[in-house]
């Protein structure tokens, strides 16, 4: 049974860095692409980041860092200077392609992230 589980969300400043992790299991994670997506109030989820199985990653915001650990089949989102707009549901994805991540891949429940001023 595959499941992915985030953790680290909460409430925290502007200005303050947060570290969101998700643990998968049922699969073979190094086979899989992670990404990390954002869903803000009211919109559609975003792509945020991609940690390739290649080892390759890619972050589509300045402010994000996206790492895996193979051996803990786990994967990051290290965010700094937490802005008002980073505020959202954050999900990690797992697919064996990562463009097809919306479409196929397998998601977690989500973690809220919610920044204050």
């Known amino acids: 049974q595959v499941q992915l589980v985030e953790s680290g969300g909460g409430l925290v400043h502007a200005g303050d860095t947060l570290r969101l992790s998700c643990t998968a299991s049922g699969f073979n994670f190094r086979d899989y692409d992670m990404s990390w997506y954002r869903q803000a109030p009211g919109r559609e989820r975003d792509l945020v980041a991609v940690?390739?199985?290649?080892g390759e990653n890619t972050n589509y915001e300045d402010s994000v860092t996206i790492s895996r650990d193979n051996g803990k089949n786990t994967v990051y989102l290290l965010i700094t200077k937490l802005k008002l707009n980073d505020t959202g549901v954050y999900f990690c994805?797992?697919?064996?392609?990562?463009?097809?991540?919306?479409?196929?891949?397998?998601w977690g429940q989500g973690t809220q992230v919610t920044v204050s001023s």
């Open positions: 994805n797992a697919a064996q392609s990562w463009n097809l991540g919306p479409l196929t891949g397998y």
């Open positions: 940690a390739h199985k290649s």
